[in-house]
């Protein structure tokens, strides 16, 4: 046998082996470490919209909408297990208009409203904030529930001309406010004002 023969095919194996092994390492180093998972879907959402009082927010879909008696609240939606909600009410204001800069002459009003629920311990230190173009505060307080135990709240008074807007993002137990506040912020920042 040619020795020179022998040691080209030896070679040439040898290069086929290693294009081989380069060629499996690829495809079983692409099984072992994972590619960049898709970002998550955003949550599908659901519009309200009142044009008797020209306000509108989106809730998750999955939320139920639910029948309130006082007239005043617009609109009312509940998580599947009933745990989170939110409320949207409307109510005629005869109040000038506010603004950012005179917020602080209202403050004692959205006080007041608060201290009339008995189940609120405390009445909190306000926020203010700025929801399409309507300033008004954000309040987060714990309340009582009628089992003795404890749900929380995100309220928000917003002020438009002739009208007090009042969002009220609901949890019980409050521990979970936490795990929902995401949830309950995309929810206020739905919030339009579509007045003319």
Do not use: C
Request: no cysteine.
């Amino acid at each position: 046998m040619n020795r020179k023969w022998l040691l080209g095919g030896v070679a040439a194996f040898l290069a086929l082996a290693a294009v081989l092994s380069l060629v499996v390492g690829g495809v079983v180093g692409r099984s072992i470490v994972p590619s960049t998972p898709p970002p998550p879907p955003a949550p599908t959402t659901v519009r309200f919209t009142d044009t008797l009082t020209d306000v509108s927010i989106a809730y998750p879909s999955t939320w139920q909408r639910r029948i309130s008696k006082d007239q005043a609240v617009r609109f009312v939606a509940s998580s599947p297990d009933e745990s989170a909600a939110v409320s949207v009410s409307v109510r005629r204001s005869d109040l000038e208009p506010v603004t950012a800069d005179s917020l602080p002459i209202v403050r004692p009003l959205t006080d007041d409203l608060l201290q009339q629920d008995d189940r609120i311990a405390a009445v909190p230190e306000p926020e203010p904030v700025t929801i399409d173009g309507l300033p008004g505060y954000r309040y987060t307080y714990t309340y009582r529930t009628e089992d003795g135990g404890e749900g929380a709240h995100v309220h928000y008074f917003l002020f438009k001309p002739e009208r007090l807007v009042q969002i009220v993002l609901q949890v019980v137990p409050a521990e979970r406010l936490a795990s929902l506040q995401p949830t309950f912020d995309r929810i206020a920042a739905s919030f339009r004002d579509a007045r003319p």
